[in-house]
């Protein structure tokens, strides 16, 4: 498709419960990747841009929130001094929320998802816009809901959706640099999620408000410190385990792992596709322990759906080929036992 097909009568839904609110909340989840940076961010410069007057002021109140903030690596898109940290601002951030007449909620599916910040949007008298591409959406938690699993990334539906609702007059080079941002990184800079031309051809529109795509690829790819690129070479060589007869390998990593390696867990983004890159490797996953818990994530290629193996074995889930879950209560050791079972046991 060259753009995805939005029922009418639900794009007419979120323009006019946009248009009525006056005081908006944006929030994506816990540990932030460019899509979800991206598409927050996106959405803020759109509605900026929507609702600003002649003098420059915008007659809304618009606050983008994150639950731990944006990682370094997106501190160069604009606007991201602007986002309020859940951890770091937690009473700011449940105010806004507590406050606002409506919640746009993009990049994530369930109240779990943003952490910290769980109960006060699940307490949110707010009305709540979804504009999210994961599968099993709550349904619940949300009144106005865009869903499109199909699309590369919430940056590329935020796109379609809000230019459906607006025009091409509501984007602004801002906006437009978030977007092809989070394009980017939820497609590994277009090499999966990407048999539907519709993401080439909002790509190519974003390319025309002058974004700089080059730099973008140049942020994205190659903004590593000193200490990520050394524990990373280590990590693969000490906290790796291949399973060549299974086609499966993971990760492991403790939080001393962390601690010791002098980085934090948002700089881990990314290195899970790592395993993929054997060619003999069709599954791959991080384990990644917090405390009272530990974070897992998921990656396939060719026709493994880790979505339904995220869901049936850890109470996560996501994408086909890219899943997660959180297991309360799991131990490090607990949680690699379990991959073991689900992959190498079968």
Known sequence: MNMPTLDQTLIEKVTRTICDARNIAIISHTNADGDAVGSLLGTYHILNKLFSGSDGMCRKSITPILPNGVPDTFRYLPGASLVLSGDMEREA??????????????DFNTAPRVDCLCDA???????????????????ELIDVMVS???????????????????GETCMSRDAARCLYNGICTD???????????????AAAKLVEYGIGAADIHNHIDNTFSIDKMKFWGWA?????KIFKEKKFAYFY???????????????LEGLVSYTLKMK???VGALVREEPGRTKVSLRSKYDVDVNQIART??????????????CTGWTLDQTCQKLEEVFVCR
């Open 313 to 326: 074995h850890f109470g996560g889930g996501g994408h086909t080929k890219a899943s997660g879950a959180t």
């Open 93 to 106: 951030c449940e105010h806004s929320l507590a406050t606002a007449d409506l919640v746009i909620c993009v």
């Open 236 to 240: 693969i060589c000490n906290r790796l």
């Open 280 to 282: 003999v490797i069709e």
């Open 253 to 267: 990593f403790s939080m001393d792992d962390l601690k010791n390696g002098h980085i934090t867990s948002a700089e």
């Open 148 to 166: 499109v699993p199909e699309l590369s990334s919430a940056c590329e539906l935020v796109y379609w959706t809000l230019t459906a609702c607006y």
């Open 121 to 139: 949007l699940s307490a949110s008298p707010a009305k709540k816009l979804m504009m999210d591409h994961h599968h099993g959406p709550d349904t």
């Open 187 to 201: 497609t590994g800079s277009f090499a999966f999620s990407n048999e539907d031309p519709s993401v080439y051809n």
